[in-house]
Nanobody, 124 residues
Framework: VQLQASGGGSVQAGGSLRLSCAVS????????MGWFRQAPGNEREFVAA????????AYADSVKGRFTMSRDNAKNTVYLQMNSLKSEDTAVYYC??????????????????WGQGTEVTVSS
């Protein structure tokens, strides 16, 4: 199983970015997926999660109302639309997949497969 994250970059505060994560090597559509991030010197933290249907999502309080996670099962891809970006959103963003479960999870230990990370830098 491989997860390939992309879409990171540098943006000014208030701007937007859309991250993508393409999954290959297994059936994609039957498990929940998530986005996490890690800022320099910090622990990795939960950002968002989505079930296979896309009907259920969860967000960290710090991004609620600004970030939207979605998925296109036909393309084996999940997305993270990030609006109204703040300097504190600066981090490396990782997508992750659960192995069997289609249940939302906020703990990184619940995810079995991880992408390589894509860097987001927000300047104020």
């Amino acid at each position: 199983v491989q997860l390939q994250a992309s879409g990171g970059g540098s943006v000014q505060a208030g701007g937007s970015l859309r991250l993508s994560c393409a999954v290959s090597g297994r059936t994609f559509s039957t498990v929940a997926m998530g986005w996490f991030r890690q800022a320099p010197g910090n622990e990795r933290e939960f950002v968002a999660a989505i079930t296979w249907s896309g009907g259920n999502t969860a967000y960290a309080d710090s991004v609620k109302g600004r970030f939207t996670m979605s998925r296109d099962n036909a393309k084996n891809t999940v997305y993270l639309q990030m609006n109204s970006l703040k300097s504190e959103d600066t981090a490396v963003y990782y997508c992750a997949s659960r192995r069997f479960h289609d249940i939302l999870a906020t703990e990184d230990a619940a995810y079995n497969y991880w992408g390589q990370g894509t860097e987001v830098t927000v300047s104020s």
